[in-house]
Nanobody
């Protein structure tokens, strides 16, 4: 059984930082990409960042560039999203995802999802 378990969310003030973790288990992810998505209240789930299991193929959506950093420690089966300079508009449930190589920004191209972790940024 594949499991993706996020942790690290919480309440922070604008300008602060959080580091999200995603513990992956249940299969080999060597040919997979790992991604982060987020969903704000009343909005669609949208792509944030992607990384290959080996640490390559890193890609960020525009709002994440310069503030967020995705990384993977495949020896620990864990993917991270470091979020700095947080803004109120970053408030959302953040989801970890796994999908085949070259999965797109569409939520439908990803095979596995975590349960999500809430990130709330206050002003």
């Amino acid at each position: 059984q594949v499991q993706l378990v996020e942790s690290g969310g919480g309440l922070v003030q604008a300008g602060g930082s959080l580091r999200l973790s995603c513990a992956a288990s249940g299969r080999s992810f060597s040919n997979y990409h790992m991604g982060w998505f987020r969903q704000a209240p009343g909005k669609d789930r949208i792509f944030v960042a992607r990384i290959g299991w080996s640490g390559g193929s890193i890609y960020y959506t525009d709002f994440a560039k310069g503030r967020f950093s995705i990384s993977v420690n495949n020896a620990k089966d864990t993917v991270y999203l470091q979020m700095n300079s947080l803004k109120v508009e970053d408030t959302a449930v953040y989801y970890c995802a796994a999908g085949p190589q070259r999965s797109s920004g569409s939520v439908y191209s990803w095979d596995y999802w975590g349960q999500g972790t809430q990130v709330t940024v206050s002003s």
